[in-house]
């Protein structure tokens, strides 16, 4: 897909069709993304503790060293555990076997020299010290939830300076459609305000493209909201 709209259009459509998807609260940039970025979710799935005989990220390294072209590695489970579960390293793997984003349910840590990878990493935030003997993955490669949003290989995830979502494979193409239309209605009202136009009136291309998504009742991409 291209021209993807901004993940706050995708947010707005994502709750009028009653779909849980966004991931941001919690997770925020930890290193932006100067434009938008869109990759299908290849999903691992972390716990708090170690495992006997060590070895406990070997997957999570098996997996960043296979081919992750346009893919958006996305790290769940580990938002308990009293570490960094993601640095500059892991950054750099990913970006190196194709990756185009990384999404931590958990904190990352060396955030100033992340940015010099050029893979925007979304997470929940900052530990300085790392995860080793304090985590460990369990799955790769299966179906995830961060913060009540599930998350399924496959998925689409997209994220921009303002947040990131996740959007059904089975819908994302109906999901991205309307928020298109609301997108181009935001662009529309803000060009009326530039005009001199009453906020009141030039609203009106908003609630026109709401009112259209509620009546057409979302049929191709979801159930609406009652």
Not at 94 to 109: E, F, K, L, N, T
Not at 121 to 132: F, L, R, S
Not at 159 to 179: F, I, S, Y
Request: glycine share 12%.
């Amino acid at each position: 897909m291209i021209e993807l709209p901004p993940t706050t259009a995708l947010a707005d459509v994502l709750r009028l069709c009653g779909v849980e998807g966004c991931l941001t609260p919690p997770l925020a940039a930890m290193t932006p993304s100067p434009q938008r970025v869109c990759g299908r979710a290849t999903t691992v799935q972390m716990q708090p503790g170690a495992v006997a005989g060590g070895g406990a990220f070997e997957e999570l390294y098996a997996l960043l060293s296979s081919d992750l072209s346009g893919c958006a590695v996305v790290v769940a489970g580990a938002a308990a555990v009293p570490g960094a579960v993601w640095g500059q390293i892991l950054s750099r793997a990913a970006a190196g076997s194709g990756a185009v984003a990384a999404v931590i349910d958990g904190a990352v840590r060396d955030r100033v020299e992340l940015a010099t990878e050029g893979l925007p990493v979304y997470a929940q935030g900052e530990n300085t010290t790392g995860a080793v003997g304090l985590a460990h993955v369990e799955a790769v490669g299966v179906e995830v939830t961060i913060a009540g949003v599930r998350v399924v290989p496959g998925d689409l995830i997209v994220l921009d300076a303002a947040g990131t979502v996740c959007l059904p494979q089975e819908r994302a193409d109906g999901l991205v459609g309307a928020a298109r239309r609301l997108a181009a209605a935001e662009a529309d009202t803000l060009e009326e305000l530039a005009r001199g136009r009453r906020l009141i009136d030039a609203y009106e291309h908003k609630r026109v493209v709401i009112a259209a998504l509620r009546a057409e009742q979302m049929s191709s991409i979801g159930s609406p909201v009652s």
